[in-house]
């Protein structure tokens, strides 16, 4: 018996022992096509000489030293470099270990500043449904994915959720992609004006859905009216980029694509690209300086805030994109992924909807494509496809229970930016492959 309390308890895993490339090797020397990149994390593949090499010339240089006492020349750099290029107005970073700490200091940082400029009665929260932003509590209270917070709602605090934009479902018969963005805006504000403007603190989403959705990108436009509302009303943007930003969708950060500019975005998984476990939140200008001008200190931290070697393995993984030039890659790759899936599962009876951007792709599975029933949850689907995968040598991310009360299964695709052209047609396959034997 395992002494680690795994989070399937009566599931026994492969021992992952080495990485090549795009693929992670097991104890028993099989070998799995990383087409989900674990969750949108391994963007760079598994074995990397340069990450590598930093990793280890940190580690021998200085591991770590705690942000109380010192800053680093690993952090800095880092802070430099996704300023250099991150939206308009973005200014500083605070660095942390994974992508619930940076949504939890994003949420912390927008109720500090609100203090900060005398408005404490700016409280509210406001999200979406079938969105996810972590699993610590104030992470979860803020995602909407009704299935990982049932058990934990006695815990969390109270934040609105309204309306996803989800045109696969939301979209109504003979509505333009625009009307559809304006009615979702139109709700928002209508939430902002049912709880009072003067006490909402801010609005948070993901600019391309995950794990909750399945890569779902919003409509044009949708992005530019949340921004105009919450600037008319006082309200932070607050943009979740942990799974869709640092090149994922074919630009360095997603909200990019929709010109807009944010007032925090966090960022993780590719981060780091899985070298080291690393997140961060990056904060706008008057942000920062209405708390450096005002208390001058942020009141939360962590003990491992901008490791330096998380920092340094980070810092080697986004100058390896940059300098590879993998941004134009990834939507090269991205394109050539849709068009496969479409052209091998585009007329499947059970694949409902095939989207995304960049290497962020989902399939939405349905029971009936005219109706767009979702398949029963006694299947528990998303379990046999994954164990099914896993024993055809790949691994995607499906996931179940995403649609409000009743089941929804996508399966998520986020493989690394280092693919070949011949393992798109690998992926496509075995995914063939896995949906002939489960459904
Ligand atoms: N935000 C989004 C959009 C995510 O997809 C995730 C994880 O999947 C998180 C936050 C939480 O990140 P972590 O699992 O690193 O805590």
Redesign the pocket.
Known sequence: MSHVFHRHLSHAYPTAVGGDGAYLIDAEGRRYLDACGG?AVSCLGHSDAEVIEAVREQVGQLAYAHSAFFTTEPMEALADFLIERAPEGLSSVYFVS????A?EAALKLARQYVIERGEPERRHLIARRQS????TLG?LATGGNAWRRRQFEPLLVEVSHVSPCYAYRGQAEGETPEAYGERLARELEDEIQRLGSETVMAFVA?PVV??TLGAVPAVPGYFRRVREICDRHGILLIL?E??CGMGRTGSLFAAEQEGVAPDLV?I??GLGAGYQPI?ATLVSERIRSAIAEGSGFFQHGHTYIGHATACAAALAAQRAIESRDLLPRVRQLGDGLQRRLEARFGDHPRVGDIRGRGLFRGLELVADRETRAPFDPERQLHAAIKRTAMDHGLMCYPMGGTLDGRRGDHILLAPPFILEDGQLDEIVDKLDATLRSVL
């Open positions: 969750a994974g992508g619930s700490e949504v996810y932003h972590g699993n992470a993901e995950g794990a979740d942990v799974m966090t993780a998984k997140g």
